[in-house]
Antibody
């Protein structure tokens, strides 16, 4: 059974750093495309970043240069390193598995982890 | 800047049919954008309903269907039920690893 479990969220001051983790089971993270999607309180879904199985990486303009997506194959875990955090980064962060064969969509989602950026 | 448009809210009667749409500020939505649809209830993670324009995800009831209507992607719910009351998001693949979500439609069943 495929499962994605995020962790690492919390309260952080503006300008601070946080690393989110997404532990996967039921499949191998390194063999799939993976993404982070966030949702600010009361707002819609926003794509943040993707890491492809071949190593290609993509970021939304709003996080480029501040966030870094990566994976640890030995731990079957996806990460999102978030630096220079701003109030507008406050959101629930979901990791999601991407299916990109003659399609492009998210087939599995984690439960999310809340990041609050506030002084 | 790419903007994916959705109706902010919609209302449907129980047993009724409703069609939610997903447009693009820069032109028409086609199958090449691989439209997908997600359902989300408050406090829960999104659930995948439809992908590749019109393919239902595993376990999704057949009252949910996807299509291209005119220049937009569409999600139709036929025979709406009370537990269909949710937020619905469409997503388009723009290429080069980039996806864009619509702003979401809040569906009320009453």
């Amino acid at each position: 059974e495929v499962q994605l479990v995020e962790s690492g969220g919390g309260l952080i001051q503006p300008g601070g750093s946080l690393r989110l983790s997404c532990a996967a089971s039921g499949f191998t993270v390194s063999s799939k495309y993976m993404s982070w999607v966030r949702q600010a309180p009361g707002k819609g879904l926003k794509w943040v970043s993707s890491l492809y199985s071949g190593g290609s990486i993509y970021y939304a303009d709003s996080v480029k240069g501040r966030f870094t997506i990566s994976r640890d194959n030995s731990k079957n875990t996806l990460y999102l390193q978030m630096n220079s955090l701003r109030a507008e980064d406050t959101a629930v962060y979901y990791c999601a598995r991407v299916i990109a064969m003659a399609a492009y969509y998210f087939d599995y989602w984690g439960q999310g982890t809340l990041v609050t950026v506030s002084s | 800047q790419t903007v994916v448009t959705q109706e902010p809210s919609f209302s449907v009667s129980p047993g009724g049919t409703v069609t939610l749409t997903c447009g693009l500020n820069s032109g028409s939505v086609s199958t090449t954008y691989y439209p997908s649809w997600y359902q989300q209830t408050p406090g829960q993670a999104p659930r995948t309903l439809i992908y590749n324009t019109n393919t239902r995800s595993s376990g999704v009831p057949d009252r949910f269907s996807g299509s291209i209507l005119g220049n937009k992607a569409a999600l139709t719910i036929t025979g709406a039920q009370a537990d269909d009351e949710s937020d619905y998001y469409c997503m388009l693949y723009m290429g080069n690893g980039i996806v864009v979500f619509g702003g979401g439609t809040k569906l009320t069943v009453l």
